[in-house]
């Protein structure tokens, strides 16, 4: 035995290669060849193969203890979005809302209801709670409901946290997830001078976001959306106005149209997202759903339309294919609520309800208006800070989704780049471990994970010139290099 | 550096001192070396030594060298060392924006292509550098601390980078050490701890696989400077990596640029650099040498691999004319003043402003590809 292992995943990538990853998150392409040689100690200490994998840290020749050294730091590295604990607090204002989404996840109220409402007090208590995060970053995220149907209570919320932050002293900004309906003048004239972001939701053009998104009074919310954006962009500026879209049954086949009305809109980001089956959309599955095959393959047509664009010069973001690739390609830290490990539930990101009801994340908290409140971590007006974080049920969560030791994920070759979803699992499949083989979530991320791979393993200059453009949120695609 | 000779009259020690061309004012400090470029008159003041460029050494009693070759090279305020033989070394140039002090010919590793190979005992130059510091002009760009390897100094490094903090605040020193003395964390603290923010480290870094890194330092090597650089990193200081380029280690360059981002994306600058053909180069040539031109593809592809990833990448040394179009704007003009040459096929290429040109050891050994670029597109 002329060298030692040092800790790898593999899985097949294609019939000739198989993809090797190690710990954190570094790869290499090897053929089959290669990889009999390499697991039966059969390298040739000067051949390629050999120097290749040691650079990669995937075997050793010589010392190990330093490269055990490297390899920590970087996995300390990789793992640094843990350091500062929750920095994403979302706020459920009111649960009201005018919309009429086909897919709403949330089982909204109608918007003339007198109840669903977060009250003055609650509200205060909520922003106490919020500044008890370690964070020095704390982002306040408005999501309804429609947050604007209570313009009083986000001003409120918003002016109490400029005060307390005065003397915390963090980065504190704040974000609106609205559908812009009720934007006005006034409003805007508020939200200009503090540090608040709009995201607002965008599903395509006119027919496909209509017929996604009616209102509750009438059904062409899409005149609306496009001039409300014109408006917040005329007095926050391009940068601070986002859009978000949803994937419907009715979207995929139109993802092409999707994209074009995004740049027409003068967008240089989107999120193709599928659909999360909670609220009307679990329950209307058959009507509006899909199987999750159906939406990889929508999603890889899009991407490589929108890589076409990009090669075409313009610059164009896909922003869950630029996660991957950030974690595929950089040693930095990418923590992203949705898909890290351990997952970012209440340790990253954490929801506050109306009520004053605090839940894990946002598909906790639309379980809960499904009558479950399995994720329920507290009540900000019942609970101090440690009750509410550091519970038992917190640790044994948090400790129950780490991919590094969830059967089917601690010995998948893309586990470094992927997350665990414990809510998810729990919703689908009845337990917060979940069971990989029968998991969509599982399918979708290995799929896009293994598409991109094989568009990393292509090695073209001008796709690879994209990924960088997106990576390092720069411009390079027309320089002449 | 610059060498001046002449006849010596008065002279039993070495001296050194700044040199001035003002003879009237009467109390000058006495590290001030009088150029002296008139035919005759008198002197005033209290001079270290007097440099006389005719062939007739002046009636008095203060040191002097006469008769000097290639006077009118030296500049006010250039800082020179007179040795008794009528040497006359430049050691600082006033208008030089690549002044060196070389603290010590004592180094830790023998590289193969190490230009400045010890020879004789070991002798550090701690002493004078605090004298040569204090003598700068505070407005000074640039000042590199190089050797042998300075860490051998231990404290008095950080007494010289302390002095140095002092005298030339706003002087961007560089030091030039293999990290090998940095794999001491408590060091690295003490040096962290004089927060001279115009600090750079300048560490090299031969191949990714540490045998082949170690084959060319000529010692075990490889870990310990990476774990300088790791402490170095822990405590924010900036880091420049230096890549020297020979046969030994041209075909992993893409490897070593992918192993550099993984394991250093904090580093701020990374430099490859043409070999100079000096020392144990020149004694090793047969081992080491590769063109330069058929290193391309690779150095290609390692710069492209960081530029990338948004990674500050500069090559040196290197001929406009050998680089592909692509990587010229990579190439900076990094061969010190004294040393550094152009051929005469030179003269005709339109490139010849922004070319860092040639060592001047490279005159009778470089590339075979060496042509006067003469249509800018190409």
Redesign the interface.
């Known amino acids: 035995m002329s060298y030692k292992f040092l800790p790898f995943r593999f899985e097949r990538l294609n019939r000739e290669e198989i993809f090797l990853s190690n710990e954190?998150g570094?790869f290499y392409f090897i053929s089959n060849e290669e990889f009999q040689k390499f697991i039966n100690y059969m390298l040739n200490t000067s051949s390629q193969t050999f120097?290749?994998l040691?650079?990669k840290q995937m075997l050793t020749d010589?010392?190990i203890d330093?490269v055990v050294?490297?390899l920590a730091?970087?996995y300390r590295t990789k793992k640094s979005f843990l350091n500062d604990f929750t920095s994403l607090h979302m706020i459920v204002p009111t649960l009201r809302c005018n919309s009429n989404c086909i897919y709403c996840q949330v089982s909204r109220k109608e918007a003339t209801s007198g109840y669903f409402t977060m009250s003055k007090p609650t509200a205060k208590k909520t922003v106490d709670m919020i500044f008890k995060s370690p964070s020095p970053s704390i982002k306040i995220e408005f999501q309804g409901g429609e947050p604007l149907l209570a313009f009083d209570i986000v001003k409120y919320i918003i002016e109490y946290a400029e005060w307390i932050n005065l003397f915390k002293k963090k980065h504190l900004e704040f974000v609106i997830c609205s559908n812009l309906t009720l934007m006005d003048k006034r409003k805007l004239d508020f939200f200009k001078n503090k540090n608040v972001c709009i995201s607002t939701s965008l599903d395509g053009d006119k027919d496909l976001h209509n017929k996604n998104r009616p209102l509750q009074e009438m059904s062409n919310s899409y005149d609306i959306v496009i001039e409300k954006i014109k408006l917040c962009r005329s007095y926050l500026g391009k940068d601070r106005v986002g859009a978000l879209m949803t994937t419907s049954r009715f979207s995929l086949e139109h993802m092409k149209e999707v994209i074009d009305e995004y740049i027409k809109q003068g967008f240089n980001v989107i999120f193709l997202r599928s659909l999360n089956p909670y609220g009307f959309a679990k329950q209307k599955r058959d009507e509006i759903g899909y199987e999750i095959e159906d939406f990889i393959k929508s999603y890889k047509e899009a991407f490589d339309y929108i890589i076409e664009l990009n090669i075409q010069g313009t610059l164009f973001i896909e922003c869950f294919a630029s996660l991957l690739l950030t974690r595929m390609l950089?040693?930095?830290s990418t923590g992203f609520v949705d898909i890290q490990s351990p997952a970012g539930v209440g340790i990253s990101g954490v929801i506050y309800n109306y009520d004053g009801n605090v839940y894990v994340s946002d598909e906790a908290r639309m379980l809960a208006t499904m009558g479950d409140n399995k994720f329920l971590m507290g009540n900000v007006n019942k609970h101090s800070y440690q009750e509410i974080f550091n519970s038992d049920f917190m640790h044994n969560l948090i400790s129950s989704s780490c991919l590094e030791c969830l059967p089917g994920c601690s010995y998948c070759a893309f586990q470094p780049y992927c997350g665990a979803d414990p809510v998810r699992n729990y919703s689908e499949q009845g337990d917060i471990i979940g069971h990989r083989p029968s998991s969509e979530v599982c399918r979708k991320n290995k799929a896009i994970i293994k598409y991109l791979l094989e568009l990393i393993r292509r090695n073209d200059e001008k796709i690879?010139?994209v990924f960088?453009s997106w990576?390092?949120r720069?411009n390079?695609l027309e320089e002449?290099? | 550096m610059k060498q001046l000779e002449g006849n010596v009259s008065n002279l039993r020690n070495s001296i050194f001192g700044r040199i001035t061309s003002k003879s009237t004012l009467p109390f000058l400090p006495n590290k001030s070396i009088l150029l002296f470029l008139r035919k005759g008159g008198w002197i005033f003041g209290k001079y270290a030594a007097i440099l006389n460029k005719s062939p007739n050494p002046l009636t008095t009693r203060i040191p002097q060298v006469y008769n000097v070759t290639n006077a009118d090279l030296l500049c006010e305020g250039d800082i020179v060392l007179i040795e008794p033989n009528g040497k006359i070394q430049v050691l600082i140039e006033k208008n030089s924006d690549n002044n060196c002090l070389f603290l010590t010919n004592r180094c830790n590793c023998s590289c193969v292509m190490c230009p400045q190979p010890k020879s004789g005992e070991g002798v550090d130059q701690g002493e004078i550098s605090y004298d040569l510091i204090g003598l700068m002009d505070r407005q000074s760009k640039y000042l590199g601390l190089t050797g042998g390897e300075p860490t051998l100094l231990g404290d008095k490094l950080l007494d010289i980078i302390r002095c140095c903090k002092r005298r030339l605040p706003n002087t961007r020193l560089e030091l030039l050490t293999n990290g090998i003395k940095f794999e001491d964390f408590d060091y690295v603290k003490r040096l962290a701890r004089i927060s001279h923010n115009k600090l750079y480290f300048e560490i090299p870094l031969y191949a990714d696989i540490d045998s082949l890194h170690d084959q060319i330092i000529g010692t075990k090597g490889f870990f310990k400077t990476i774990k300088g650089i790791y402490n170095l990193a822990l405590f924010n200081q900036k880091i420049n990596i230096r890549v020297v380029i020979h046969k030994l280690n041209y075909k992993r360059l893409p490897y070593l640029a992918d192993f550099i981002y993984h394991n250093f994306p904090f580093v701020f600058h990374i430099a490859f650099m043409q070999m100079e053909i000096f020392g144990m180069a020149r004694k090793n040539i047969s081992e080491l040498w590769i063109d330069p031109f058929d290193y391309n593809e690779q150095l290609r592809e390692a710069i492209m691999y960081l530029y990338l990833r948004d990674m500050e990448v500069s090559i040196y040394n290197a001929q406009l004319c050998v680089l592909p179009t692509e990587l010229r704007r990579f190439a900076r003009k990094s061969i010190s003043g004294w040393k550094n040459i152009y051929l005469n096929e030179c003269d005709e290429c339109l490139c010849k402003q922004e070319c860092g040109g040639f060592f001047a050891s490279s005159e009778s050994i470089h590339s075979r590809h060496i042509s006067a670029i003469k249509d800018l597109d190409n």
């Open positions: 954190v570094e120097l290749d040691k650079s010589t010392d330093p050294e490297m730091t970087k950089t040693p930095f690879n010139r960088w990576i390092t720069r390079i002449k290099l």
